[in-house]
């Protein structure tokens, strides 16, 4: 499968999604059928590993079906965009570890809390895990899960993640929030269990990727790729917020003005422009950025500091511009906007959830930015 075809079978998805959209909130989950429409669509294969029969297509091929899935149904795009960028952090691990995941099931998920808030002793062979973790997007679907916690070495505190099966843990049903409420974002409980140091990536290895797979593609930097999928799914959420509102526009009476039409309101007019050129410009950045990236890894060159730098700035402004374009156009759509039915302000609170995600903290991106620049050295967990 092309680049072309992905997206062009997350675009024929969409009018379903839409119509499920208000369902999937209300389920506070994806429904399992939505997940096996995607999986039959090929989309969570967008990059695995021909190895395990999937496409190992570029970044942007995958952001750009998040955009689209996540315009028709936000809490479908976060849990794509969540879920199908783990495939190609599994293809870091070592290839023991990825025949458990896909040897047996090439169509295998994972879902992920990286937040360090379990308990990790190191054992003879690996670690015991123990506690609870936090918004683990899709996990309902998912027989892995991919664990943050901290290991001390020599003194260090060392970020790792650890791959867990089913088996080892449960999920607890917490997930009634006001944004994203489809994604079944549950938390995690293990009481006890034991990984295998195969089933380990210390967080510091992945900077440059891994050379596991030939393909350039797993020898880009973890922080760059996982980020910008948080992001595209985020700008999809603004696109739907947009795409509504121009149809809202076009049929609306606006009563309290004699009648007049919303469409020929010059600043109904202005607000449409604003909003669909900031996210314009968001997609171009994020495009523009990833090409380069995937071209320095292509070219075995390594990846200067000033493009991981310029890619987390234009990261959480992709989000950030999703924010005010969807804003923009709420703002602007009148009271019957607010029904539970509607689209826009759907959208609205998914847009205003996925902004508090750590990853699109706004001012720290452009901190990490600000200060390379200026000849600083970026703070700790900068996500780089």
């Known amino acids: 499968m092309d680049a072309r075809t992905l997206v062009a079978r997350a675009r024929d998805l ?11 909130e209300l389920d506070r989950n994806v429904s399992p059928l939505v997940i096996k429409e995607l999986q039959a669509a090929g989309l969570f294969r967008a990059l695995q590993p021909k190895r395990y029969g999937g496409f190992e297509l570029s970044p942007t091929a995958f952001y750009d079906a998040a955009i689209e899935l996540g315009a028709a149904c936000g809490s479908t795009g976060w849990v ?7 495939a190609w952090q599994l293809a870091l691990f070592p290839l023991e570890t990825q025949d458990e995941v896909w040897g047996e099931d090439a169509s295998t998920l994972a879902s992920s809390s990286y937040a360090p808030t379990g308990i990790v002793e190191p ?5 015991r895990l123990r506690g ?8 309902a679907h998912c027989p892995w899960v991919l664990l943050g916690g901290i290991v001390v070495r020599d003194g260090i505190p060392d970020h790792v993640t650890f791959l867990v099966p089913s088996d080892d843990y449960v999920i607890d049903d917490v997930w009634h929030v006001a944004g994203l409420a489809g994604t079944g974002s549950n938390d995690i409980v ?10 380990t990536q210390p967080t510091a290895s992945l900077l440059g990727g891994a050379r596991v797979h030939e393909n350039p593609l797993y020898q880009l930097p973890f922080a760059s790729v996982f980020a910008n999928a948080i992001t595209a799914s985020t700008i999809g959420i603004g ?7 121009r149809e809202h526009t076009l049929q609306r009476v606006r009563a309290s003005y004699g009648g007049e039409k919303s469409a020929a309101d010059p600043f109904s007019q202005v607000r449409l422009a604003e909003a669909t050129g900031e996210l314009d410009a968001a997609r171009l950045q994020l495009r523009r950025n990833m090409d380069e990236l995937l071209e320095h890894a292509e070219a075995g060159r390594e990846i200067p500091a ?3 730098v310029r890619i987390r700035r234009d990261q959480v402004r992709g989000s950030r511009a ?7 156009v709420f703002e602007s759509a009148g009271g019957r906007a607010l029904f539970l039915d509607q689209p826009i302000q759907r959208a609205w609170r998914d847009v205003h959830a996925a902004r508090v995600h750590a990853i699109n903290d706004f001012e720290r991106g452009l901190l990490i930015y600000g200060t390379h620049a200026l000849g600083g050295t970026p703070p700790p967990g900068s996500m780089l």
């Open 132 to 139: 609870r973790w936090h918004f683990s997007s899709g996990c």
């Open 14 to 24: 969409a009018p379903t999604l839409r119509e499920r959209a208000r369902q999937t």
């Open 190 to 199: 293990i009481e006890d269990a034991f990984v295998p140091t195969r089933r």
């Open 306 to 308: 000033e493009l991981r």
């Open 322 to 328: 999703s924010l005010d374009a969807t804003d923009r």
């Open 80 to 86: 794509y965009g969540v879920v199908g960028v783990h």
């Open 239 to 245: 696109v739907g917020a947009v795409d509504a509102y």
């Open 123 to 127: 054992v003879e062979g690996g670690y």
